[in-house]
C-alpha cells in the first residue's frame, strides 16, 4: 500500500531564504509525482508535475525533484517571500485505470517578512 | 473557460440531515474524482467516476454515501444521515481522459466545506 510522507510538518523561515520540503514514498512504481499549494480554506494549486521518468521540473523560483528509487521528492523553493506562506502537498499518481492521487499531510510553511 | 465548480461553498447540516455536494467537471471532461479532506488530515481519494459508470469507489464509506455522475448535469456527492465526523473539506476534480496517460491532467476544483451541528 502505497504512503506518502512529508517532512517537515510546519516550517518558518525569514523571507529570502531558499528552503527544501520533503516528500517521501513506499512504492517507488509511481507515474508521476505532482506538488500542489493550498491556501487556509481554499482549494488545491498545481504547482508541478514530474512524470515517473524525468528527474525534475523547474517552475520560476521552484524547482521539484524526483528519485523514483530511493522514493523521495524534494520541492526547493528560492528566495522565499511571504505570499509563500501555504501548505504545500506532494501527491503521488500509482497510474492506472483509476488515476488515482495519494496525498501527503502536508507542510505548513510560513514566511517571515 | 470556467474550471471546476464546486457548490455549494459552504454547507451547515444538522445531525440527521442529508449533504449534496455538486461538482460540474471543466468543459470537455467526462471523469470526475472525489476526494476528502478531514480536519488536520491529508486528502483521501474516495470515489472515481465517468459519466454514468463509476470507475473505482474503493475510497468510499460503505454507508451513507453515494456518487453519481449523470449523463446530464453535475456529478453529486450525496451524505445521508450526516454525523458531525462527516464535517470535512469535499473536493472535486475532473479530467478529460480515463485513467493515467498522457495529457490526462487532473483539475481540482476549490472545495466544498460541510459542517455538521
Known amino acids: 500500500k502505497q504512503e506518502v510522507t512529508q517532512i517537515p510538518a510546519a516550517l518558518s523561515v525569514p523571507e529570502g531564504e531558499n528552503l527544501v520540503l520533503n516528500c517521501s514514498f513506499t512504492?517507488?512504481?509511481?507515474?508521476?509525482l505532482q506538488w500542489f499549494r493550498q491556501d487556509p480554506g481554499k482549494g488545491l494549486t498545481s504547482l508541478l508535475l514530474?512524470?515517473?521518468?524525468?528527474r525534475e521540473q523547474t517552475s520560476g523560483r521552484l524547482n521539484a525533484s524526483l528519485d523514483k528509487s530511493s522514493g523521495r521528492s524534494t520541492l526547493y523553493i528560492a528566495a522565499s517571500q511571504p505570499g509563500d506562506s501555504a501548505t504545500y502537498l506532494c501527491?503521488?499518481?500509482?497510474?492506472?485505470?483509476?488515476?488515482?492521487?495519494?496525498f501527503g499531510t502536508g507542510t505548513l510553511l510560513a514566511v517571515q517578512p | 473557460n470556467a474550471g471546476v465548480m464546486q457548490n455549494p461553498r459552504h454547507l451547515v447540516r444538522r445531525r440527521g440531515q442529508e449533504a449534496r455536494l455538486r461538482c460540474s467537471p471543466m468543459?470537455?471532461?467526462?471523469?470526475v474524482y472525489w476526494y476528502r479532506q478531514l480536519p488536520e488530515e491529508g486528502l483521501k481519494f474516495m470515489v472515481y467516476?465517468?459519466?454514468?459508470?463509476?470507475?473505482?469507489e474503493s475510497g468510499m464509506p460503505k454507508e451513507r454515501f453515494s456518487a453519481e455522475f449523470p449523463k446530464e448535469g453535475p456529478s453529486i456527492l450525496r451524505i445521508q444521515q450526516v454525523v458531525r465526523g462527516d464535517s470535512a473539506a469535499y473536493f472535486c476534480?475532473?479530467?478529460?481522459?480515463?485513467?493515467?496517460?498522457?495529457?490526462?491532467?487532473?483539475?481540482f476544483g476549490e472545495g466544498s466545506w460541510l459542517t455538521v451541528v
Open positions: 476534480a475532473s479530467s478529460p481522459l480515463l485513467g493515467a496517460q498522457p495529457g490526462n491532467t487532473i483539475y
Open positions: 468543459k470537455g471532461h467526462s471523469h
Open positions: 512504492d517507488s512504481a509511481i507515474y508521476n
Open positions: 467516476l465517468q459519466k454514468e459508470n463509476i470507475i473505482d
Open positions: 501527491a503521488v499518481n500509482k497510474g492506472g485505470a483509476t488515476n488515482k492521487l495519494i
Open positions: 514530474i512524470q515517473s521518468s524525468q
